[in-house]
């Protein structure tokens, strides 16, 4: 008989585990059964919760997806001009909880993941989107008509930031990764190039 209440439990621990198996393999070649005994459950119940090793990692992309978006929404709550939210858009792209070394790893994954699963293309596709809205936002009052494309090179820049720490060592540096965005953008806004 199972435990009412347990599947919550379970599945956030196995989302946890497989982000940080991700991390520390670097690639998406991580067993179910590993993440399971990460997890501290057997790889039928990991199997039982996700069917997958791919639901799985959507899952664990949607776990992180989910926080960054509650950061987001916190931070442009908290701003009240277009610098403050460009400043917090940027920042929080780069915080402890969304720029860590397994986070990143599973992002450069879910990337590759995208150009061969159709949910996690259509997951992506939706971040992007998001990103790039709130970057117009932002930039609409600081950049006017170059803001469309000065939110696309922020987002570029941003992508770029993840990927080169992908192929990095040690521990991401959140606070020197916005600055150097952010240093590029108010450049950018004050010399009228994108």
């Known amino acids: ?51 997958s090793k791919d639901q799985m990692f959507l899952a664990a992309m949607r776990h992180l997806l989910s926080v960054y978006g509650a950061e987001i929404r916190g931070a442009l709550v908290a701003s009240d001009t277009a610098e403050a939210r460009l400043r917090a858009l940027i920042r929080v792209s780069f915080t402890g909880s969304n720029f860590r070394r397994e986070v990143v790893a599973a992002w450069l994954n879910f990337y590759v993941m995208a150009q061969r699963n159709p949910a996690a293309e259509r997951l992506l596709r939706l971040y992007q989107v998001r990103l790039r809205s709130n970057l117009r936002h932002a930039l609409r009052l600081l950049a006017g008509p170059r803001a469309p494309d000065l939110a696309e090179a922020a987002a570029a820049m941003i992508d770029g930031v993840y990927l080169r720490e992908a192929l990095g060592q040690g521990e991401p540096d959140g606070t020197r990764a916005a600055a150097l965005v952010e240093d590029w953008l108010q450049a950018a806004i004050k010399g009228g190039g994108a």
């Not at 621990?13 to 497989?18: G, H, S, T, V």
């Not at 520390?24 to 990460?38: E, F, M, N, P």
Request: hydrophobic share 45%; net charge positive.
């Open 1 to 51: 008989m199972p435990k009412l209440g347990m599947e919550p439990i379970r599945r956030d621990a196995l989302i946890k585990a497989a982000i940080i198996e991700i991390g520390q393999t670097g690639a998406l070649d991580v067993t179910v059964s590993r993440i399971a005994k990460r997890a501290g459950m057997s790889p039928a119940l990991a199997h039982h919760y996700f069917g």
